[in-house]
């Protein structure tokens, strides 16, 4: 039995780059069909599993190849081929030719999902998978001189701050699991967002000093400082 065909295509061609249906080019609206069709993926296993029976997931992974022969290049593409690799369930892509930071994050992932049933390490891959890919578009503003508003933003680094998986984690660490009818309600899903806008915007009035230092351009404070004209006491 197969929940999902290549969920990554149905979320990242269908609101990514928009070449499948329904036709949509946003990237916060890819990563959240990813994490969608992954929570799906947890509770379509649940609902289907029976002694004897084979559950699955169908997936595409493919190479990542480096965009020119420099050598931080080909570092980035690797990095992101075993990463990506792993947290799909190709534990085999990890040797010991790997690079350190890879076996280093192949063994944080599997100690970390250790105890957990399918649906909550279906939501913690893609809670991880949208922390790393916030990051990646975060990078992009940080290169662009930061994002056009503040909205942007906010939503960026809602996710590219790490907290929703940090709370995954927070659950077998503590010995529960949020039952999976919460995790889809609405109330559950409004908290987790509000802890983690909070604790963003904490860090971005702390961190003010630190990221003006080092030339920082994607933090709220930073944001509203360049669009309101505001000083740092501001």
Known sequence: WFTLN???CSAFLGYGSGVHAPGVRDAQQ????????????????????????????VLNPAPVRPVSD??????????????????HG??????????????????????????MSPAARGRFAEDLAQYLFSNYIEAF?????????????????????GVLPSLDFGEPANGFEVD??????????????ITA?????????FSLGKDLAKGETTSAAIVLMRLRGWTPEQ
Do not use: K
Not at 71 to 87: N, Y
Not at 90 to 109: I, T
Not at 152 to 158: C, P, S
Not at 197 to 205: E, L, P, S, T
């Open 180 to 193: 999976a009818r919460l995790v889809g309600g609405e109330p559950l899903r409004r908290m987790r967002l």
């Open 6 to 8: 290549e969920p990554w």
């Open 70 to 87: 420099d050598p931080d290049d080909i570092a980035a593409a690797r990095l992101v081929d075993g990463m990506t690799d792993h947290v």
């Open 197 to 205: 806008d909070v604790i963003a915007g904490v860090n971005a009035a």
């Open 30 to 57: 890819a990563a959240a069909a990813a994490h969608n069709l992954m929570l799906a993926h947890g509770l379509a296993a649940d609902a289907l599993r029976r002694p004897g029976r084979q559950i699955g997931i």
């Open 90 to 115: 190709r534990s085999d892509a990890v040797g010991a030719e790997s690079p350190p930071l890879v076996r280093a994050f192949a063994e944080l992932h599997d100690r970390s999902v250790a105890g």
């Open 141 to 161: 503003h940080r290169v662009r001189g930061g994002p056009d508003d503040l909205d942007t933003a906010a939503h960026m680094r809602r996710y590219s701050i």
